[in-house]
């Protein structure tokens, strides 16, 4: 198993597109650490209050988006250029392979993450001093939330590489996540709210500890992610025991 | 050693393969022939393990593809579904094969150089020609060093020198005791360098041998007289099965042209022409009438 994550590390490493998305998640947590943070001064919001904090830090995780990306890539984008053949041969067991890629993804998702949480807090600490404000690194939230959105990312990889397992189309798996977290699970949450706070783009909100709204706590969200990933995964390998490659 | 045992598939209702038994042994070039759509890339992603046959039992090695213990060094397979990520350079695609199939990295380069590649190993392979493409999956395949070579159509894209190329690499590898077996819908190909035939059609095995019987089993001399009458009584007698070709022109099937010419010369009649085909000519003809003669049942 080791080998074969060490060949899943190899194949990231050695694609160009990694490193494009790394950049345009840096940009947009960037941009979105420091609109948040425009936004909240305008609204004469205390920015060095707990509040203030989660109010600007929880956007550290949309970046996450990039590190579905990244895990769709990793496992539906085999198909797409037809590396997938050259993966059996060398693994015939695929659930070994659908494991490697959730391992991996996740992995990945933890070193964006980690990215992304620096750029996060970097910017905001920039901007607070341009908006007069100190940034308060005493606040336990903050270093909560960028830890809830290292975890978040992590989760979507898995919960990319996963999904692209079973439904082996990278565009598709992509297209599908973002309508899903962007436009319906907020319709589906509208609809039954009971169930709304399990769904996965609101267990992220509680992982990031977003100060809009009544969301899971942060171990609890956890676990429901890595439960979304680990299930779909696990579909993934019933299916693939029957499927030609 | 290869052995394909009752195999069948159906996509749908789609009968893809039906009841397919052949043998590929070591120390020969198998040449597996068929039409375009004939099932020869379904037999052999069945083979690796890549699709599951609905019943029968496809070996290598006396295992499923599935069970060995380390496929990449057993089998060496090139198949038309593989791909590459085209800004993954060709050297990197290599390194990720081996580093999951526990071979060396040294492995790599020697791979390289022996398909000749080793000058663009360095550029994506989004950028390589059909013919490169279709070195680097042959670089992949001999990775492990493997016993057996499974091979989809591999001579697609290679240019005449190529070609000359995989046909020596195919014969020392043959000529070592490995096992080879190769698709193929270009007879010219396969004849140069198979020393068994498997022809399928529509699913079916519909003939498989040692290729020198199986073209002589369609071994014909062709004989012109002004005594045709004399010659198809002398046929009759020696029981040769004769063709009408023409007016004066005759087929016989079965015989050399030496037993013709000798039992000719003793019956006193005069030939104005005595030939035998030549063999492409009869490799062509055994694939035309198996794979015709499938079409219009």
């Known amino acids: ?245 | 050693m290869i052995e394909v045992t009752g195999v069948s598939k159906l996509y749908g209702a789609t009968v893809a393969l039906k009841d397919v038994t052949f043998t590929a042994p070591p120390g020969q070039v198998t040449g597996f022939l068929g039409p375009n759509g004939a099932g020869k890339t379904t037999a052999l992603r069945i083979l690796l393990g890549l699709a599951r046959p609905g019943t029968g039992t496809a070996l290598i090695d006396g295992k499923r593809y599935a069970d060995l213990p380390s496929p990449r060094r057993v089998v060496g397979a090139v198949i038309d579904s593989m791909g590459f990520e085209p800004g993954r350079t060709g050297r990197n695609h290599l390194r990720v094969v081996a580093r999951a199939a526990k071979i060396s990295r040294t492995r790599v380069d020697d791979v390289l150089e022996f398909v000749e590649l080793t000058d663009a190993a360095d550029r994506a392979a989004g950028g390589y020609s059909l013919g490169m493409r279709q070195r680097l999956a042959l670089a992949s395949a001999l990775l492990g060093d493997p016993q057996v070579l499974l091979l989809d159509e591999p001579a697609n894209g290679l240019d005449p020198a190529g070609m000359a190329w995989l046909r020596r690499l195919l014969t020392d590898w043959a000529g070592q005791g490995r096992t080879v077996l190769f698709s193929s819908h270009v007879l010219t190909e396969v004849e140069f360098v198979a020393n068994r035939i498997v022809i399928i059609d529509h699913g079916r095995v519909v003939r498989e041998g040692v290729a020198e019987d199986l073209y002589g089993s369609q071994r014909a001399v062709v004989v012109r007289t002004e005594d045709r009458a004399g010659l198809e009584r002398l046929a009759e007698a020696e029981g040769w099965t004769i063709r009408r070709d023409g007016a004066d022109r005759v087929v016989i099937g079965g015989v050399t042209s030496a037993v013709v010419g000798a039992a000719v010369a003793r019956a006193g009649i005069a030939l104005t022409e005595l030939s035998s085909e030549t063999s492409s000519r009869r490799l062509e003809d055994l694939f035309l009438d198996l794979t015709a003669a499938e079409e219009n049942p």
């Open chain 1, 1 to 245: 198993m080791i080998d074969l994550l060490a060949a899943e590390v190899l194949k990231l490493r050695t694609t160009r597109t990694i490193g494009l998305l790394l950049l345009a998640m840096i940009g947009i947590t960037g941009l979105a650490v420091t609109g948040a943070v425009v936004l909240a001064a305008n609204a004469n919001l205390d920015l060095e209050s707990e509040r203030g904090v989660r109010t600007v830090l929880h956007v550290s995780a949309s970046g996450a988006l990039f590190v579905l990306v990244l895990g769709a890539m990793i496992s539906a984008g085999e198909f797409r250029h037809g590396t997938a053949t050259d993966t059996f041969l060398t693994t015939p067991r695929r659930w070994r392979v659908v494991a490697a890629k959730l391992v991996t993804a996740a992995g990945a998702g933890v070193v964006f993450g980690a990215v992304a949480a620096a750029t996060a807090l970097a910017v905001a600490a920039h901007v607070y001093a341009i908006k007069g404000f100190v940034f308060p690194l005493s606040s336990s939230e903050g270093w909560q939330i960028l830890a809830g959105a290292i975890v978040y990312a992590a989760s979507l990889g898995a919960l990319g590489a996963a999904t692209g397992s079973l439904v082996r189309n990278q565009v598709g798996v992509i297209v599908g996540w973002l309508v899903w977290l962007l436009l319906a699970e907020n319709i589906v949450a509208g609809l039954a709210p009971d169930v709304g706070r399990w769904l996965p783009g609101a267990a992220g909100r509680g992982l990031v500890l977003d100060p809009n709204g009544d969301f899971l706590s942060q171990p609890v969200a956890a676990v429901v992610l890595a439960a979304y990933a680990v299930t779909i995964a696990a579909a993934a390998i019933v299916i693939e025991r029957r499927r030609d490659a």
